[in-house]
């Protein structure tokens, strides 16, 4: 029995593990990672050193211990170039140095003026066709102005937006012969003064008169003084509702030259104002011809011929005795 107590009992066999090796990360991919970028960033390094000349060293090396220096300096090295490596720059056609910036061709940039100019009348056509439409608003949205709307005509020139004010038989806008403005054409005027003070154009001011001769007695007063007074009366209550004095380039008189109606010459409507908006080629021309004339230099007057010497008596011819 006790025999067979002993065949029965367990065995246990413990192993032992050899050379083991404890848990870890994977911190060191992030190193070696870090150690190759180093690496390829010195070799990098060490190709521009190689490849770049003696005196683009020097450059580089000047610019860091004096930047402002340099760069006021400009030249080689002094940043002048948007690369480092032979040639660089903008021109990879070079072999050697940098390329300065006033070396290289600058793009050049064409322009058709004559569209442009034809654009830019366009504007400021659709501009004046704006401004005739406000000063038809402005009239008709006042009762006392609409009254007048008969002796006001707007109409687009070659110059420009055209304003005309005409007399008519009982309601002039000045007495005969005289250039003092009506009372009820000031508050018109005024108006108008204030719708043409918002757009820069330059204004011309013409005065006309009909055909009827004028004249003050000796003191040679004519329709030409008389137009040219009634214009400059006009502008006077146009700068009274707020158009500014220098908005006004010209300001003339033409007495009977332009009639309005030629089979008429004495008519009423002959009588008027113009109040042109001129475009800018009008003002061009203006100045134009302002200039002009201020250089043109005067005419050369001849130089007077010396007088003939006159012949002394012994040779004169002596009549016959």
């Given at each position: ?7 029965l009992q367990p065995i246990i ?106 654009e830019q009348r366009k504007a ?198």
């Amino acid at each position: 029995m006790a025999g067979d107590a002993k065949k029965l009992q367990p065995i246990i066999i413990k192993k032992i593990k050899k050379g083991g090796h404890a848990a870890h990360g994977g911190a060191w991919k992030i190193a070696y990672a870090d150690f190759v970028t180093a690496m390829m960033a010195f070799f990098l390094l060490m190709w521009l050193l190689g490849s770049t000349t003696e005196g683009d060293k020097k450059g580089i090396a000047d610019y860091f211990s004096s930047p402002l220096k340099i760069a006021m300096q400009g030249g080689s090295g002094s940043g002048d170039s948007s690369s480092l490596v032979k040639g660089g720059g903008r021109d990879l056609s070079r072999e050697t140095g940098q390329v300065k910036s006033g070396e290289t061709e600058s793009q050049k940039r064409t322009f058709n003026l004559r569209a442009l100019k034809e654009e830019q009348r366009k504007a400021e056509r659709a501009r004046l066709e704006q401004l005739k439409t406000k000063v038809e608003d402005v009239l008709a949205s006042n009762a006392k102005l609409a009254a007048l709307g008969g002796q006001i005509r707007l109409d687009m020139t070659k110059e420009g937006l055209r304003i005309q004010i005409v007399d008519e038989g009982n309601r002039p806008m000045f007495d005969s012969g005289s250039a003092v403005v009506k009372p009820y054409m000031h508050e018109l005027l005024h108006e108008l003064g204030a719708v043409l003070s918002e757009v820069p154009n330059r204004l011309t001011l013409e005065g006309h008169t009909d055909a009827q001769p004028f004249s003050a007695g000796d003191r040679g007063y004519s329709n030409w003084e008389l137009s040219a007074d009634r214009a400059n009366a006009s502008r006077r209550e146009l700068i009274a509702g707020g158009l500014p004095e220098a908005r006004t380039l010209r300001v003339q008189g033409l007495a009977s030259s332009k009639l309005l109606d030629s089979k008429q010459p004495d008519s009423p409507i002959n009588r008027r104002i113009s109040i042109i908006v001129m475009n800018r080629d009008a003002e061009d021309a203006v100045l134009k011809n302002v200039q002009d004339d201020e250089e043109t230099p005067p005419p050369e007057v001849p130089a007077a011929q010396p007088a003939e010497v006159a012949k002394s008596p012994s040779s004169l011819p002596t009549k016959p005795r």
